[in-house]
């Protein structure tokens, strides 16, 4: 399998910008290829801003910084690139005629990954010259900060690149989790999109406002889900009986008309229209980029001190920076 010194990213918009400052900060270099007239402005600001964010997540960074070099066509940036990250629209045509321009160019030996939050994977390379090193590599925003990676296999994929996957995620300081079920939204986005669809439901009914909503989950369960999931949260909710105790108490109430999660409120231009202006107003005249510091410093807190009990996400950074500082002692 391939060292990767140079990586192609194909599309640089907030994952992929959060794909390239991760492996920049790797000394990994990058041949970016994205058709917006405004890419490098916006790839250029995520990366500011995670450099910011490496400066004060840790004192322990990478000898040297990668490069990049911005490239015409997609085949371009494939070319040289030992790995090619494909992070473009959520619409499998585009990614499929992607795939197809990249495989012109691409060496023999290349991994291809592919960043979608939900297409399954044998559908993205049913079309492919070589399917087997096409695997699924879900990040989430901000790349650069947060830890997890899913990796999903398609029925074609060889085998030993989610193995590969699994070693190179973990060198550049992420957690990887090998979804072994093939399924569409992977794990973590069925889980959230649960969570999505009843808080949009909750505003819709006029039940409370998304500001309302943010702070049921900021301020109670969200601390707890920093550093255990759902399971494990419950678990200790039972007391002594742990998880038999929970589910004997409040197992019934989940077959209570409580949520409406199989349903979906319509998404009319006023609905989404309401949705906007109540963000809007809960943002407070912070900018995206303003509201993007605010969480890159508070996923720092949190990391560092889940790193100072060597737990979850913490003890994902601890080891990241132990491989640091034996790369800097060995060199």
């Known amino acids: 399998?391939?060292?990767?010194?140079?990586?192609?990213?194909?599309?640089?918009?907030?994952?992929?910008?959060?794909?390239?400052?991760?492996?920049?900060?790797?000394?990994?270099?990058?041949?970016?290829?994205?058709?917006?007239?405004?890419?490098?402005a916006?790839?250029?600001?995520?990366?500011?801003?995670?450099?910011?964010?490496?400066?004060?997540?840790?004192?322990?960074?990478?000898?040297?910084r990668g490069s990049v070099s911005w490239q015409q066509t997609a085949a371009a940036a494939a070319s040289g690139?030992?790995?090619i990250i494909e992070s473009v629209p959520e619409r499998l045509d585009i990614k499929r005629?992607?795939?197809?321009?990249?495989?012109?160019?691409?060496?023999a030996d290349a991994i291809i990954t592919s960043s979608t939050?939900?297409?399954?994977?044998?559908?993205?390379?049913?079309?492919m010259k070589h399917p087997e090193r096409l695997m699924?590599?879900?990040?989430?925003?901000?790349?650069?900060?947060?830890?997890?990676?899913?990796?999903?296999a398609g029925e074609k994929t060889d085998v030993k690149y989610i193995e590969w996957g699994k070693r190179f995620f973990a060198g550049i300081g992420m957690h990887p989790l090998h979804c072994r079920v093939e399924i569409e939204g992977f794990l973590s986005d069925r889980l959230q999109e649960a969570l999505w669809r009843e808080a949009l439901w909750l505003l819709h009914d006029k039940v409370a406002t998304a500001e309302e909503i943010d702070t049921a989950i900021a301020y109670g369960p969200g601390l707890r889900w920093a550093q255990m999931g759902t399971m494990q949260t419950f678990h200790l909710a039972g007391g002594e009986g742990g998880m038999r105790a929970m589910l004997a108490m409040f197992g019934p109430c989940l077959k209570w008309p409580?949520?409406?999660?199989?349903?979906?409120?319509?998404?009319?231009d006023e609905f989404v229209d309401e949705v906007g202006e109540q963000c809007e107003q809960q943002a407070g005249g912070l900018s995206p980029r303003d509201l993007e510091r605010v969480r890159d410093s508070n996923l720092i807190a949190i990391l560092q001190a889940l790193r100072g009990n060597n737990w979850g996400?913490?003890?994902?950074?601890?080891n990241y920076e132990q491989q640091l500082m034996q790369a800097t002692s060995d060199g």
């Open 1 to 40: 399998m391939p060292e990767v010194k140079t990586a192609a990213i194909i599309g640089g918009g907030v994952i992929g910008g959060g794909w390239s400052a991760r492996l920049l900060e790797n000394g990994i270099d990058l041949r970016v290829y994205d058709p917006a007239p405004d890419a490098q």
């Open 258 to 268: 409580w949520t409406k999660l199989m349903d979906v409120p319509e998404l009319s």
């Open 42 to 64: 916006k790839l250029d600001a995520v990366c500011a801003n995670a450099e910011q964010a490496f400066a004060a997540l840790s004192q322990i960074r990478c000898a040297e």
């Open 97 to 107: 005629a992607v795939y197809t321009e990249i495989e012109t160019a691409a060496a």
């Open 136 to 152: 699924v590599a879900h990040p989430f925003n901000p790349v650069y900060l947060l830890p997890l990676v899913e990796l999903v």
């Open 117 to 127: 939050s939900g297409i399954m994977p044998t559908e993205l390379q049913a079309e």
């Open 81 to 83: 690139a030992d790995l």
């Open 313 to 318: 996400a913490g003890k994902t950074l601890a």
